[in-house]
Nanobody, 123 residues
Framework: QVRLVESGGGLVQPGGSLRLSCATNEYTMDYYAIGWFRQAPGKEREGLSC????????YYSDSVKGRFTISRDNSKNTVYLQMNSLKPEDTAVYYC????????????????WGQGTQVTVSS
């Protein structure tokens, strides 16, 4: 059974940092790539960063490359998204999701979702 529970969102000033956590279980970590996505009001959901379970290869969208870092802690069954240099346009609900295979697939075809966590970047 896939398990995905996000935490770590909140209010942060522009230029600040947050680390999001996606708590999963061993089954999810072993058999599924995990990705981070976001959706802002009135906008389509956007794939930000995804990590393979097979070789821990990663994918980043252009919008977050160089600012966000995805990582896995297999001992804690948790996937993290470290977000630095946050901008007001990063404000959104952030979701973690499981892909259809062990490969990150450039954040395409992800169809099992957590409940989301709100990130607000504002002064």
């Amino acid at each position: 059974q896939v398990r995905l529970v996000e935490s770590g969102g909140g209010l942060v000033q522009p230029g600040g940092s947050l680390r999001l956590s996606c708590a999963t279980n061993e089954y999810t970590m072993d058999y599924y790539a995990i990705g981070w996505f976001r959706q802002a009001p009135g906008k389509e959901r956007e794939g930000l960063s995804c990590i393979s379970s097979s070789d821990e290869s990663t994918y980043y969208s252009d919008s977050v490359k160089g600012r966000f870092t995805i990582s896995r802690d297999n001992s804690k069954n948790t996937v993290y998204l470290q977000m630095n240099s946050l901008k007001p346009e990063d404000t959104a609900v952030y979701y973690c999701a499981a892909g259809r295979s062990t490969w990150h697939d450039r954040c395409r075809q992800y169809d099992q979702w957590g409940q989301g966590t709100q990130v607000t970047v504002s002064s």
